[in-house]
């Protein structure tokens, strides 16, 4: 069991659908990150909230909403998907410092656009 | 532009064999290294880190050399065991980057036979 938390673990949703993704993490950090992980790509920062403030958008379309209502909850609200968004999403936390430091993951929700 | 190099993309060895991935990277401001380890359904999860200040760091059955001067760092895997089969990626970070947000290498699939 990790200090990240996301739910749910697997979401099929259609074209039309709205749904959302949440992230929650008990490890007392203060940033939060939406990642996208699809086959044979990288892993691809989406956002990046940090005192609950969004501090990067990596030109993600705008379908795709953040919310982080405070410092431990962190969500991404999803609308008119298309089938090229179904992909792991993957939440996660870590406490900002002046040089690198490491992040922690939750388990990700593996979403399917049909 | 990808800030870190991951190679090789896949990677097959035998039981008790060493596997080494080996990552490059650009942005002299980077100052953590970190690997991490996904198990297939999982989030990835922190392996082994190392700080430029150090040219080796190891951690039971698991080494990081680093070489600041050629800008490169690798993960050795001793006496490599099935259950080390996972992908395992690359990261780097440090100032400059927005709030200790990591670059990702691609992934290496590494597939150990019993």
């Known amino acids: 069991e990790t200090g990240v938390t996301q739910t749910p673990r697997h979401l099929v949703m259609g074209m039309t659908n709205k749904k959302s993704l949440k992230c929650e993490q008990h490890?007392?950090?203060?940033?939060m990150y939406w990642y996208k992980q699809s086959a044979k790509k990288p892993l691809e920062l989406m956002f990046v909230?940090?005192?609950?403030?969004?501090?990067e958008n990596n030109s993600v379309p705008s379908r795709f909403s953040p919310e982080c209502p405070n410092s431990s909850h962190l969500f991404l609200h999803l609308h008119t998907l298309q089938p090229e968004d179904s992909a792991l999403y993957l939440c996660?936390?870590?406490?900002?410092?002046?040089?690198?430091?490491?992040?922690?993951f939750g388990q990700g929700t593996r979403l399917t656009v049909v | 532009q990808q800030q870190v190099k991951q190679s090789p993309q896949s990677l097959i060895v035998q039981k008790g064999g060493i596997s080494i991935i080996n990552c490059a990277y650009e942005?002299?401001?980077?100052?953590?290294f970190p690997w991490y380890q996904q198990f297939p359904g999982k989030g990835p999860a922190l392996l082994i880190a190392?700080?430029?200040?150090?040219s080796e760091k190891k951690e039971g059955r698991f080494t990081i050399s680093f070489n600041k001067s050629a800008k490169q760092f690798s993960l050795h895997i001793m006496d490599s065991q099935p259950g080390d089969s996972a992908t395992y990626f690359c990261?780097?970070?440090?100032?400059?980057?927005?709030?200790?947000?990591?670059?990702f290498g691609r992934g290496t699939q590494l597939t150990v036979w019993p």
């Open positions: 490890l007392g950090h203060n940033a």
């Open positions: 990261a780097a970070s440090g100032r400059g980057s927005t709030l200790g947000r990591l670059y």
């Open positions: 942005n002299t401001a980077f100052d953590y």
């Open positions: 909230y940090s005192l609950e403030e969004r501090v």
């Open positions: 996660a936390s870590s406490q900002q410092a002046r040089g690198g430091t490491e992040a922690f």
């Open positions: 190392i700080r430029p200040d150090v």
